[in-house]
């Protein structure tokens, strides 16, 4: 981690970046401008600096993660690394996942696309068989 004397403090954006919480810088800065990101219950923008001890609440589709920050990193490390960047108690995390349980049971997270050609010419035969 590169949390020198100097640098203790890190633009939210890319923390949020380089703690994987986002793929991209812009997509943490449109979910930061669309008010899925609060620093300390407040709503910020993306150059809004982050401190080890800052409490972040980041809403990510239907996940809530309340993390806290214990560092800064200037770069996007591998997963491991990252993790140390924050910490999340245990009664958030048990009820992040009791959330994303209750969604797969009850069938929430099923994709729906549209079919593929092979798919279409089965339902048109299944319909076709029905028209008869």
Known sequence: MAAEEEN???RLDKWLWAA???K???LAVEAIDGGHVRVNDERVKPSRT???GDKLRIK???ETWVVTVLGVNDYRRP???ARLLYEESEHEREQREAVIEERRLHGVNI???KPDKRERRMIDKFKQGWES
């Open 20 to 22: 994987r919480f986002f």
């Open 8 to 10: 203790v403090s890190q």
């Open 60 to 62: 990510k589709g239907f």
């Open 79 to 81: 997963a491991a690394e």
């Open 24 to 26: 991209t810088r812009p």
């Open 111 to 113: 994709a729906v696309k």
């Open 50 to 52: 982050v401190r080890p």
